[in-house]
C-alpha cells in the first residue's frame, strides 16, 4: 500500500529563517512526486512535480529534492505570505495519494 | 478559462437527505477526481474516472456515487447524507492519469446535522 508521511505536522518560522519540510514515502514504482500549496479556504495549488531521484526544482524561495525514500521541501528566507499548508503526493498508478501536510507560519 | 468549478460551495443537510456535489472543468481533461479533506486525516480519494464513462473507486467510497457521461463534468452524489459526511470536498481534473500536475477546485464545505 502506498503511503506518504509529512514531518513536521507544523512548523513555525521568523521571517527569513530558512528550514525544510519531509515528505517520506513508500510506493511500487513511483511515477512522480508532487508538491502542492494549499491556502485556508482553497484548493491545493499545483507547485513541483519531481520523477527521480537526485531530481531537483525551484520555484522563487522553494527548492523541492528527491531521493528514493523521501522528498525535501527547502524553504529559503520565508516571507509571511509563504504561509500555508504544503501538501506532499506520490503517484505509482493513477490515484494520487497525499500525506497530511506541513502547516508553515512565517511571522514577520 | 475558469478551470475546476465547484457548487455549491456551501451547504448544510439534514441526515438523510440526498444531494449532488458539481463538478465541472473547461481544460478538456480525461482524468477527474473527488477528494475528501478532514481535519488531521488529509485528502482523502472518493472516486475516479479516467474518461467518459469510466470510473472507479477510491479510498472512501461508501456512501457517494460518481458517474461521468460528459468529459467536462463529474457529480458526486451523497445518497444518504450521514454526520460522517460532514467535511470539505475537493474536484481535481488533470491531462492524463499519470504524470501531470492537478488542478483543484475551490471546494465544497459540507455540513450535516
Known amino acids: 500500500e502506498d503511503q506518504v508521511t509529512q514531518s513536521p505536522e507544523a512548523l513555525r518560522l521568523q521571517e527569513g529563517e530558512s528550514s525544510s519540510l519531509n515528505c517520506s514515502y513508500t510506493v511500487s514504482g513511483l511515477r512522480g512526486l508532487f508538491w502542492y500549496r494549499q491556502d485556508p479556504g482553497k484548493g491545493p495549488e499545483f507547485l513541483f512535480t519531481l520523477y527521480s531521484a537526485g531530481e531537483e526544482k525551484e520555484k522563487e524561495r522553494l527548492k523541492a529534492t528527491l531521493t528514493k525514500k523521501e522528498s525535501f521541501l527547502h524553504i529559503t528566507a520565508p516571507k509571511p505570505e509563504d504561509s500555508a499548508t504544503y501538501l506532499c503526493a506520490v503517484q505509482a498508478s493513477p490515484p494520487l495519494v497525499f500525506g497530511k501536510g506541513t502547516r508553515l507560519s512565517v511571522i514577520a | 478559462n475558469a478551470g475546476v468549478t465547484q457548487t455549491p460551495k456551501f451547504q448544510v443537510l439534514k441526515t438523510g437527505q440526498s444531494m449532488t456535489l458539481q463538478c465541472a472543468q473547461d481544460m478538456n481533461h480525461e482524468y477527474m477526481s473527488w477528494y475528501r479533506q478532514d481535519p488531521g486525516m488529509g485528502l482523502r480519494l472518493i472516486h475516479y474516472?479516467?474518461?467518459?464513462?469510466?470510473?472507479d473507486q477510491g479510498e472512501v467510497p461508501n456512501g457517494y456515487n460518481v458517474s461521468r457521461s460528459t468529459t467536462e463534468d463529474f457529480p458526486l452524489r451523497l445518497l444518504s447524507a450521514a454526520p460522517s459526511q460532514t467535511s470539505v470536498y475537493f474536484c481535481a481534473s488533470s491531462y492524463s492519469p499519470t504524470n501531470t500536475e492537478a488542478f483543484f477546485g475551490q471546494g465544497t464545505r459540507l455540513t450535516v446535522v
Open positions: 474516472s479516467v474518461g467518459a464513462g469510466i470510473t
